[in-house]
């Protein structure tokens, strides 16, 4: 039952958003505005789109580089299939998948490996915060003409998204730096959980502590900052060149802003971040940089498909070869995955066992 409820809350905010994002569209002219879009700058952001899978699996390789060697095939293979399971089923399951696939191909603990997809949102959110930080700096506030409240808003959320970053690599590295007390405040579960249940909690704690080493690396931490800044310009880059095909007046700075709201409407969690990445788009390029209702949403109808179907398309292909299913992946992503601990990989048929490089 419970369940069904959560099925159906997906489905109406889902519902919603895209209702809200369609408002006052005539469809008409949004396929029109398709077809006069420049499909050069869109064939250039999809290939941008794939540079940033490559740039992710790099940056996971270093943050995972003190709990055990990685190879860049079986990191690149699970970044693929993780954001395909992401595209197509709600509340971004594909993070619990990720760590499990590549500690069953390269002989790491799933926990452990599942610490770094915390510190991956963590460095992902500063880059977008310090991008969104050069667009205030450089942008013409004045430009903002309708709303300039709107402006303060975002102001606000992003001041509020900064010091939530911030505090939470602090946490991170006390924890990394003082592993025992994450043990301690584990060991508490054992006054209120079976011995059996407390045991787990306390294991699974453990193995995640690990996961935090890089947090004692400043070097390889370093380095996984520094990645972050080029993932997310070319992430950027993407929607840029998608708003300059539409002939949306957009400086390439402006992107910036447009990354920053899309990361607010992904959040919400519909499959493939349906409606809240729509309407995030459509709202950043009418508001801030004039567009036309009809264009924005055409362009955001196309910015999504360029982030979204390919990678499904391809993170499926490669699950079919690893003879997973979206039914076996849910299951993982409930915490299968995490609770089993894999320590080695799986005898391969077909492709399974393949590498991408």
């Given amino acids: 039952m419970r369940g069904r409820l959560r099925t159906l809350l997906i489905v109406a905010v889902t519902l919603g958003l895209l209702a809200l994002f369609l408002r006052q569209a005539n469809l008409a002219d949004v396929s029109r505005e398709i077809g006069r879009a420049r499909w050069s700058g869109l064939l250039a952001a999809l290939v941008l789109t794939g540079l940033t899978y490559v740039l992710r699996a790099c940056r996971w390789q270093v943050l995972l580089a003190p709990i055990g060697r990685v190879h860049f095939g079986p990191a690149f293979r699970a970044t693929i299939i993780g954001f ?20 069953r ?9 599942f610490a770094t997809i915390i510190l991956e949102r963590l460095l992902d959110l500063i880059a977008v915060l310090l991008l969104f930080g050069v667009f205030v700096l450089l942008y013409d506030a004045a430009s903002f003409g309708r709303d300039p409240s709107l402006m303060r808003a975002v102001q606000a959320g992003g001041l509020a998204a900064g010091v939530s970053s911030v505090v939470g690599l602090a946490v991170l ?29 306390v294991h699974l704690t453990t193995r995640f502590a690990e996961g935090l080493a890089i947090m004692r690396r400043p070097a ?37 802003l447009l990354v920053a709201l899309l990361t607010v409407g992904v959040a919400v969690p519909t499959p493939g971040a349906v409606g809240g990445f729509h309407y995030a788009f459509r709202l950043g390029t009418t508001v801030f940089f004039g567009a036309s209702n009809e264009r924005a949403v055409g362009a955001a109808l196309l910015a999504h498909a360029i982030a979204f179907v390919p990678v499904a398309i391809v993170g499926l292909v490669l699950m079919l070869q690893d003879g997973l299913s979206l039914a076996r992946v ?19 048929s077909g492709g399974a066992g393949g590498r991408v490089a």
Avoid at 228 to 237: F, H, R, V, Y
């Fill in 105 to 113: 191909r390269e002989g790491l603990r799933a926990s452990s490996a």
């Fill in 220 to 256: 390889l931490l370093g380095g996984a900052a520094l990645l972050s800044l080029p993932l997310w310009l070319s992430i950027a880059g993407t929607h840029w060149l998608v708003a300059r095909a539409f002939h949306i007046a957009m400086p390439f700075t402006g992107s910036f």
């Fill in 330 to 348: 849910r299951g993982l992503s409930d915490g299968a995955g995490l609770a089993s601990e894999p320590t080695a990989a799986p005898p391969a």
């Fill in 173 to 201: 590295f006390v924890l990394a730096g003082h592993p025992e007390r994450l043990g301690t405040l584990a060991g508490e579960a054992r006054r209120v959980l079976p011995a059996r249940a407390a045991d787990f909690v």
């Fill in 84 to 103: 395909a399971v992401n595209s197509l089923l709600p509340a971004r399951a594909g993070e619990v998948l990720r760590p499990y696939l590549l500690a």
